[in-house]
């Protein structure tokens, strides 16, 4: 990646990113159990680099408990969020 990119929502200079190994490790675990046929569909958040978010959904998605796990996740970032401000 280029160290001269720029934010078109910052205007702040985009630095290269250092992998956060939580991340890396819970992306990894899930695509293991992706690969080993355990999870069949996805819908996920992300935090980019540049402090923007952005989602994505992909393989078989819908029912109930699904919609109940992505019902938890905003309760649980407003949990984390909270605690970093103590």
């Known amino acids: ?3 001269e990119v720029i934010s078109l929502f910052t205007g702040q200079d985009v630095q290269c990113p250092t992998p ?5 490790a819970i992306l990894r675990d899930a695509l293991a159990q992706a690969e ?5 569909g996805v819908a996920m958040a992300k935090l980019h680099h540049d402090h923007l978010g952005s989602f994505r959904v ?6 109930y ?3 109940g796990a992505l019902c938890r996740a ?4 407003s949990r984390i969020l909270e605690k970093a401000e103590d």
């Open 65 to 67: 408990s699904m919609l």
């Open 74 to 77: 905003p309760a649980e970032v």
């Open 36 to 40: 080993a046929g355990e999870i069949i």
């Open 1 to 3: 990646m280029s160290n």
């Open 20 to 24: 956060n190994e939580t991340c890396v």
């Open 58 to 63: 992909g393989g078989q998605v819908g029912g």
